[in-house]
T-cell receptor, first 116, second 117 residues
Framework: GAVVSQHPSWVICKSGTSVKIECRSLDFQATTMFWYRQFPKQSLMLMATSNEGSKATYEQGVEKDKFLINHASLTLSTLTVTSAHPEDSSFYIC????????????FGDGTRLSIL | AQTVTQSQPEMSVQEAETVTLSCTYDTSESNYYLFWYKQPPSRQMILVIRQEAYKQQNATENRFSVNFQKAAKSFSLKISDSQLGDTAMYFCAFMKGGTSGTYKYIFGTGTRLKVLA
C-alpha cells in the first residue's frame, strides 16, 4: 500500500520550454503533497507544500511563478517548471501523505530534469 | 525552529557487521515524530523506521532499530547483519506532530553508508 507514482522519470528539454511533472497517489487519498528538489549528494530541499483544492505554500526563496504547483484532486499534484533554464536542471521528488494526521510521507521515484 | 544534524557524512561497514548512524535534533516541541529514510542509488526514498516521541520504547523493524534518547535529543539508527543492499544514503527526518502542523519534514544532511563485501 501507499504507492506514489511520479512521471516522467527523466526528461530532457530545450531551454525556454515548460515542463510538467505529475505526482499521483495510487492507493490512497493524498490531502497533502510535497515537492522537493535534490542536488547531487545533498539532502532534499522542500520547495512547496500543496493541499488539495488550495494554493500551494512555497518555501522561502522558491519562485512561485517559476515553479507552478497544482493539486486539483486528492490523487494528483503537478509541478510545472516554466521557461526552464539550465540552472533548473535537478532531481525533483514528490511525496504524499494521506488524511490521517501524523502519518509518514510516501515518496515518488523522482524526476531527473535536464535542460539543454 | 527545528534542526536535524547528521554528523557522519560517510561510513562504511563490513558485510554482516553492525553499524550505527547518528542523528541529533533540536526542538522545543513535545509532540513530534522521527524517521529514518534510505535512498539507494536508484534515488527512491524508502521509509526504514519511525518513532513517536511519546513512546519510550525504541522502534525496531527486522534488522533496523533505533536508540531514541529524548532528553538528549538523539535518534540513532542501528543496522544489524549489514547486507550489500543496505548501501545507500540515509536521512534522518523530524516532523512536528499535533493538529496544527504542516506535517512537513526537516531533513538532516544525510549519511552515505557503504557496505563492503
Amino acid at each position: 500500500g501507499a504507492v506514489v507514482s511520479q512521471h516522467p522519470s527523466w526528461v530532457i528539454c530545450k531551454s525556454g520550454t515548460s515542463v510538467k511533472i505529475e505526482c499521483r497517489s495510487l492507493d490512497f487519498q493524498a490531502t497533502t503533497m510535497f515537492w522537493y528538489r535534490q542536488f547531487p549528494k545533498q539532502s532534499l530541499m522542500l520547495m512547496a507544500t500543496s493541499n488539495e483544492g488550495s494554493k500551494a505554500t512555497y518555501e522561502q526563496g522558491v519562485e512561485k511563478d517559476k515553479f507552478l504547483i497544482n493539486h486539483a484532486s486528492l490523487t494528483l499534484s503537478t509541478l510545472t517548471v516554466t521557461s526552464a533554464h539550465p540552472e533548473d536542471s535537478s532531481f525533483y521528488i514528490c511525496s504524499a501523505r494521506d488524511g490521517h494526521r501524523n502519518q509518514p510521507q510516501h515518496f515518488g521515484d523522482g524526476t531527473r530534469l535536464s535542460i539543454l | 525552529a527545528q534542526t536535524v544534524t547528521q554528523s557522519q557524512p560517510e561510513m562504511s561497514v563490513q558485510e554482516a557487521e553492525t553499524v550505527t548512524l547518528s542523528c541529533t535534533y533540536d526542538t522545543s516541541e513535545s509532540n513530534y515524530y522521527l524517521f529514518w529514510y534510505k535512498q539507494p542509488p536508484s534515488r527512491q526514498m524508502i521509509l526504514v523506521i519511525r518513532q513517536e516521541a511519546y513512546k519510550q520504547q525504541n522502534a525496531t523493524e527486522n534488522r533496523f532499530s533505533v536508540n531514541f534518547q529524548k532528553a538528549a535529543k538523539s535518534f540513532s539508527l542501528k543496522i544489524s547483519d549489514s547486507q550489500l543492499g543496505d548501501t545507500a544514503m540515509y536521512f534522518c527526518a523530524f516532523m512536528k506532530g499535533g493538529t496544527s502542523g504542516t506535517y512537513k519534514y526537516i531533513f538532516g544532511t544525510g549519511t552515505r553508508l557503504k557496505v563492503l563485501a
